[in-house]
C-alpha cells in the first residue's frame, strides 16, 4: 500500500461512498419516476367504463377496453395452465431423475437458452407455426406463445425448489412402500410448495405484461373475445395500438391499461416475495 | 416399478424434451420461413441498406445497425453503474439500506417493457428533447454525435431506456459474483487497516471483475432483443444516421412494426430472416455468458 495519511484514505472512502450511493439513487429515481408517471396519467382514464365497455372510435366519449381485460385473463390463464403443467414435469424430471445424466444437461442448457431469447422471436416462432398454417391470428397462439416463454421459468424453479428438500425425506416415504410418484406428489411438493408458487407467480407477473409475442398471434380485436380461434383483443397490443395512435382519447385509454397492467404485475411480483421471504423466516 | 410410475416418468421425460424441441423447433422453422428471402438476396441481405416494401428489396444493415448503437449506448450506460451498484448493495451499504435499493433495483426488471415504452415515448422523450439534447447539442461541438434537430426520440433515448431495463439483471448477477468473494480475504484486508473503499477495490473487483464480464454478457443478450420500449422511442427510420438524436430502428423494432403488415412471401421471408439473425446473435452471446460464467463459479468453488 502507497504511502498516504489516514486523513486521505478516509475521505476517498467517503467519496467512493457517495458516489455509489448515488448511483443506486439513479435506479431507484427511475423506478420512482415511472411508477409516478404511470400512477398520475393512468387514474384519470380509469373510470367505471373503462372495466364494462367495448373501445369506442377516436373522438368519441367513454368507451372502455373490457374485452381486451376479459382477453387478457383467458390468455394469461391458458398460458399459465400449459406453462404450469409442461414446466412442473419438466423440473421434476431434472430433480428427480435426470439429475446429471447429459440428457439432463442438455434441458438445462435448452432451458437456460429459452430464457434468454428475446419474446419477439417467441412470436415469430409461433406465427411460422401456428398463424400461417392456419392464414389467420388466435388467441391460442397468443396463449401458446406465452405458455413457451413460461414454460422454461417454471422449470428451472420448480427443479430448485425440489432440490431444496432434503432426500432422507424422499427415502423415508420410498422405505414406506410409496411409489416414486406419490413420493414426488405428495412428499416432495408438499413440502416445496411455497417456493413451487413463488416460482409460478413470478412466471405470471413476467408474461401478463408480455407485448411482443402477442403481437404476431392474438393480434388484437375491438369486440369481445367470443372464441379464440380469431383475433384476440388484449390489453398490452391495446396499449401499443393506442399509444401509436394519434388520438389524445385513445393515448388516455393506453395509459389506463397501462397503470392496470403495471399495478398487476407488481402486485403479483411482490406478493411473490413476500411469499417467499414469510418461508425463508419459517425456515429460519 | 409400478405402472403409474412409469407413465409419470415418461410424461415428465417428455416434458422436459418439449423444452429442447422448441429451442430445436424455432431454429428450424426460422430457417425454413426464411428461405425465400435468403435465397433470392443472399448474403447481400446482410450488407445492404435498402428496405423496401414496394421494389421488394430487403437489406437488413439499417436494422442491425440499429440494433447495435442502441445497445452499445445502453452498455455503455449499464455495464458501470451496475457495477458501481452492485459494489454499493454488497459493500458499502448499511445492510437494510441495501435490501430495500435493492428490492427497488430489481422491481425495475418487473416492470413491462411496454410500460418502458410508454413512459419512454410520452415523458423522458419529451425531457430529453427539452433538457438535455440542446445540452449536449452544445457541448457536443462539431462531433457528428450530438448533431442535427433534438426531436426526443431516436437511437440515445432508446439506448438509455435500454441501458435502465437491463441494470437490473447486470447488478444481480454481478452482486452474486461480489457476494461469492471469500469472506476470510476480505476480513483479513479490514484486518490490516484498510478502509472499506479499498477492500472493495483490491479484494472484491479483483475477485470479480471476470464475473463481471459474464454479467455484461448477460445483460447484452437481454438489450439486443429489446423490442417494444425501443419500438416507442426509437423513431422507426430505416435509415443510418451518425447522428445519436436521429430516428433509426432496430432489428426487433421493425419486425414489431411491419411484421403483420407483411402481406408478400418475400417481405414476410425477410423479416422471419431478420429474426432469425437476431435469435442466432442473442444465442451466441448466451452461450457466451453461461459458458464463461460456469467458469468463474468453478474457479470460485475451488477456492483461494
Keep these: 500500500m502507497r504511502n498516504r495519511s489516514h486523513r486521505t484514505r478516509q475521505l476517498t472512502d467517503l467519496i467512493v461512498r457517495v458516489l455509489s450511493g448515488m448511483a443506486a439513487m439513479v ?17 384519470r382514464a380509469i373510470n367505471f367504463s373503462f372495466f364494462t365497455e367495448l373501445p369506442v372510435p377516436p373522438g368519441m366519449p367513454g368507451g372502455g377496453l373490457a374485452n381486451a381485460i376479459v382477453g387478457t385473463l383467458i390468455i394469461t390463464i391458458m398460458a399459465t395452465v400449459l406453462g404450469v403443467i409442461i414446466g412442473m414435469f419438466a423440473g421434476v424430471y431434472l430433480a428427480e431423475y435426470g439429475k446429471d445424466r447429459p440428457y439432463a444437461n442438455s434441458v438445462r442448457f435448452a432451458a437456460n437458452m429459452l430464457m434468454g431469447t428475446p419474446s419477439i422471436i417467441i412470436g415469430v416462432f409461433v406465427y411460422a407455426l401456428m398463424v400461417l398454417p392456419a392464414h389467420h391470428f ?21 427443479e430448485d425448489m425440489m432440490n431444496l428438500v432434503p432426500n ?30 413463488t416460482g409460478v407467480l413470478l412466471a405470471v407477473a413476467r408474461v401478463s405484461g408480455e407485448t411482443a409475442p402477442l403481437l404476431f398471434t392474438a393480434l388484437n380485436s375491438p369486440y369481445w373475445p367470443k372464441t379464440l380461434n380469431g383475433p384476440t383483443a388484449n390489453l398490452t397490443v391495446s396499449i401499443f395500438n393506442y399509444a401509436m395512435s394519434p388520438y389524445s382519447n385513445w393515448q388516455q385509454i393506453a395509459w389506463g391499461a397501462s397503470l392496470l397492467i403495471m399495478i398487476s404485475v407488481l402486485a403479483v411480483n411482490i406478493s411473490a416475495r413476500f411469499l417467499f421471504r414469510g418461508e425463508k423466516d419459517n425456515a429460519g | 416399478m409400478s405402472k403409474f410410475d412409469f407413465v409419470f416418468k415418461g410424461v415428465s421425460v417428455f416434458c422436459a ?9 424455432m431454429f428450424i422453422e426460422l430457417v425454413r420461413s426464411s428461405a425465400l428471402s435468403f435465397h433470392y438476396f443472399g448474403f447481400k441481405f446482410f450488407i445492404s441498406s435498402e428496405w423496401n416494401p414496394v421494389t421488394q428489396q430487403f437489406g437488413a444493415l439499417t436494422s442491425i445497425y440499429g440494433t447495435l448503437v442502441s445497445t452499445m449506448i445502453a452498455m455503455l450506460i449499464a455495464v458501470p453503474l451496475s457495477l458501481v451498484i452492485a459494489l454499493f448493495l454488497v459493500e458499502l451499504a448499511p445492510p437494510k439500506v441495501s435490501q430495500i435499493i435493492g428490492v427497488a433495483i430489481e422491481l425495475l426488471a418487473a416492470i413491462p417493457s411496454i410500460i418502458y415504452g410508454m413512459w419512454g415515448l410520452f415523458v423522458f422523450a419529451p425531457f430529453m428533447a427539452d433538457h438535455v439534447q440542446p445540452l449536449l447539442g452544445k457541448a457536443g461541438g462539431n462531433l457528428p454525435f450530438f448533431k442535427g434537430p433534438p426531436m426526443g426520440i431516436g437511437m440515445l433515448t432508446a439506448g438509455i431506456i435500454i441501458a435502465l431495463m437491463i ?38 473487483i479483483r475477485y470479480g471483475l471476470k464475473g463481471v464480464i459474464g454479467a455484461a454478457f448477460l445483460g447484452l443478450g437481454r438489450a439486443l432483443g429489446e423490442t417494444m420500449a425501443v419500438t416507442f422511442v426509437i423513431g422507426n427510420d430505416h435509415s443510418i444516421s451518425s447522428s445519436l438524436f436521429a430516428a433509426g430502428n432496430s432489428i426487433a423494432s421493425t419486425l414489431a412494426n411491419e411484421f403483420t403488415e407483411a402481406s408478400e412471401p418475400m417481405y414476410l421471408s425477410s423479416l422471419i430472416e431478420l429474426g432469425l439473425a437476431l435469435y442466432v446473435i442473442t444465442f451466441i452471446v448466451q452461450l457466451f455468458a453461461h459458458w464463461w460464467l460456469a467458469r468463474v463459479q468453478k474457479a470460485a468453488g475451488s477456492g483461494l
Design chain 1, 168 to 197: 432422507a425425506l424422499r427415502e423415508s416415504a420410498l422405505a414406506l412402500g410409496a411409489p416414486r410418484w406419490k413420493v414426488t406428489t405428495s412428499v416432495v411438493f408438499k413440502s416445496a410448495k411455497t417456493g413451487l408458487l
Design chain 1, 138 to 158: 388466435s388467441g391460442y397462439a397468443g396463449a401458446i406463445a406465452l405458455a413457451i416463454i413460461m414454460l422454461p421459468v417454471i422449470a428451472r424453479t420448480t
Design chain 1, 27 to 43: 435506479g431507484v429515481f427511475a423506478l420512482g419516476w415511472i411508477l409516478y408517471e404511470v400512477l398520475a396519467r393512468g387514474i
Design chain 2, 17 to 25: 424434451a418439449l423444452v429442447l424441441i422448441i429451442v430445436c423447433g
Design chain 2, 167 to 204: 441494470l437490473p439483471f447486470i447488478s444481480s448477477v454481478t452482486r452474486d459474483v461480489f457476494e461469492m468473494v471469500p469472506k476470510v480475504v476480505k476480513e483479513s484486508a479490514y484486518g490490516v487497516g484498510a478502509t472499506t473503499w479499498e477492500v472493495t477495490k483490491k479484494v472484491t
